[in-house]
């Protein structure tokens, strides 16, 4: 177990429809980070939060949008979704990015399957 | 930019052999940090190690032994005496100081009894 909790697990949806995808970081860490790994694109990196702000982006389309709330937990939102957006989606937190000795702990991930 | 290449897609070896995944990666960071992630049939991503810039020293835990070189910008991970429970998508991934994982497209091991 990695302490990094992802919620829900599965999830099934229409396309055209929003979703949201939460992530609690392990107890201490500061710094969440998303991924995406689908069939085409691999394991690509979405969006990183530190403490509540945003920290970098990566390619995460203009309908993907994230943020940080002040008990460190974050929400993935995903809309006008497309058959396409259908992937596995990894939350990882570290203690504080960029500092040496750390390494990104990954949720279970929540499939998303579009329809 | 940074670039993780693992050329090998798919492995297929018989339980107790010895497998070798390979890992080159491009970055013209000096500082930067390599891994390696196991992502078994159930899906989760497993981290097995981490291995800074400035430590090329080969490690070794139990049966898997990683040989970092960077000369030839090379990361490669090697597991003994092979079992089918090893049988997994193994990921090598990149980070410049830890803002984000690079990964490389995987390789899928499969070990038969």
């Known amino acids: 177990d990695s302490g990094v909790t992802q919620t829900p697990k599965h999830l099934i949806t229409a396309t055209g429809q929003r979703v949201t995808l939460r992530c609690s970081p392990r107890s201490g860490d500061l710094s969440v980070y998303w991924y995406q790994q689908s069939l085409d694109q691999g394991l690509q990196f979405l969006i990183q939060?530190?403490?509540?702000?945003?920290?970098a982006k990566g390619n995460i389309l203009e309908r993907f949008s994230a943020q940080q709330f002040p008990d460190l937990h974050s929400e993935l939102n995903l809309s006008s979704l497309e058959l396409g957006d259908s992937a596995l989606y990894f939350c990882?937190?570290?203690?504080?990015?960029?500092?040496?000795?750390?390494?990104?702990?990954f949720g279970q991930g929540t499939r998303l399957t579009v329809v | 930019a940074q670039k993780v290449t693992q050329a090998q897609t798919e492995i297929s070896v018989v339980e107790k052999e010895d497998v070798t995944l390979d890992c080159v990666y491009e970055t013209r960071d000096t500082t930067y940090y390599l891994f390696w992630y196991k992502q078994p049939p159930s899906g989760e991503l497993v981290f097995l190690i981490r291995r800074n810039s400035f430590d090329e020293q080969n490690e070794i835990s139990g049966r898997y032994s990683w040989n970092f070189q960077k000369s030839t910008s090379s990361f490669n991970f090697t597991i003994t005496a092979s079992q089918v429970v090893d049988s997994a998508v193994y990921f090598c991934?990149?980070?410049?100081?830890?803002?984000?994982?690079?990964f490389g497209t995987g390789t899928r091991l499969l070990v038969s009894p």
């Open positions: 939060y530190y403490n509540g702000e945003e920290r």
């Open positions: 991934a990149l980070s410049p100081g830890f803002q984000k994982l690079v």
């Open positions: 990882a937190s570290s203690v504080v990015p960029g500092a040496p000795n750390t390494e990104a702990f």
